[in-house]
């Protein structure tokens, strides 16, 4: 059993904001990895996407995709199948939400509405998606490989995303603010997640109940870290740190990225001991 649990979100959190990198904490995924704390991916990126980050960093353990719509995890994870999930592809997997069919067609609808105010992910081009993101042309097919929501990039004015957003809300959807997209999809979010699968690691396993830190630098992890016994918000170099409800068990690290990851997973280690 292991002692915590460590959901962490990737862009700008665990991979630096501007080149994706995670060398900086590298050396410590191996140290967790050794010491039997699973490390869990809770992020919007899509599961095309997060698969071969996870072969980078050795990460054998379940993941979050697209802001919390659903988990994978790795068949045999746990001693049974969790009795909610459906076995794909080598995986068991809990969806929150809709297809991501559905929230392209609810989109459609509204472009009309808001002509020229947004960009649907799904319309874009690998080319854009590249210009936008900054990734190579593998990872940005890879983002376009959405199961389950939409990411949008809107380029109108702030009283009228606020409109989008609620013609959006009354049509059943869901929407987050990340880094550098909003993001589309039903009723879920990370912390929803995180509290579900925190609570086969309680259930399923033999032991203590361990604890849970969560890791995000974004509007869409403020659900995650309000949800984790401790949290650490990255300060991050595009905007300002997500404003959280809690003050007790949470720090704000002092660097960005890994580097600041590195540092708050550090200090949170100290109460393992």
């Not at 630096?16 to 060398?23: K, N, P, V």
């Not at 068991?92 to 392209?104: G, I, N, Q, S, Y």
């Not at 609620?166 to 979010?189: I, K, M, P, W, Y």
């Not at 830190?213 to 170099?237: C, F, K, T, W």
């Amino acid at each position: 059993m292991p002692s915590a649990v460590i959901y962490t979100d990737m862009d700008g959190s665990l991979l630096d904001h501007f080149d994706y990198s995670h060398a900086a904490a590298d050396a410590l995924l191996q140290e967790l990895e050794q010491s039997g704390i699973p490390v869990v991916p809770c992020t919007s990126k899509t599961r095309a996407e997060l698969l071969p980050i996870r072969g980078e960093l050795n990460n054998q353990h379940p993941f979050i995709v697209e802001n919390g719509a659903a988990i994978f995890v790795p068949k045999g994870y746990f001693p049974q199948q969790p009795s909610d999930t459906d076995d794909h592809e080598g995986f068991w997997v809990k969806a929150f939400t809709r297809p991501h069919r559905h929230w392209v067609g609810l989109l459609e609808k509204l472009a009309h509405d808001f002509s020229n105010r947004f960009n649907s992910f799904s319309r874009l081009s690998t080319d854009e998606i590249m210009a936008l993101t900054g990734l190579e042309k593998t990872q940005a097919e890879q983002a376009a490989q959405r199961e389950y929501g939409e990411p949008v990039q809107w380029i109108g004015n702030d009283p009228e995303k606020q409109r989008f957003i609620q013609a959006l809300e009354t049509q059943g959807a869901r929407v987050l603010q990340g880094g550098r997209f909003l993001h589309v999809s039903g009723n879920c979010d990370k912390g929803s997640a995180l509290r579900w699968l925190h609570r086969q690691f309680t259930d399923r396993l033999d032991g203590p109940p361990p604890l849970s830190l969560a890791i995000g630098d974004s509007q869409n992890d403020i659900a995650m870290l309000e949800a984790a016994d401790h949290a650490l918000v990255i300060r991050s170099p595009a905007h300002p740190p997500p404003q959280l409800h809690r003050d007790n068990n949470t720090y704000l690290s002092k660097s960005t990225g890994p580097t600041g990851w590195n540092e708050g997973v550090r200090l949170f280690l100290q109460h393992l001991n």
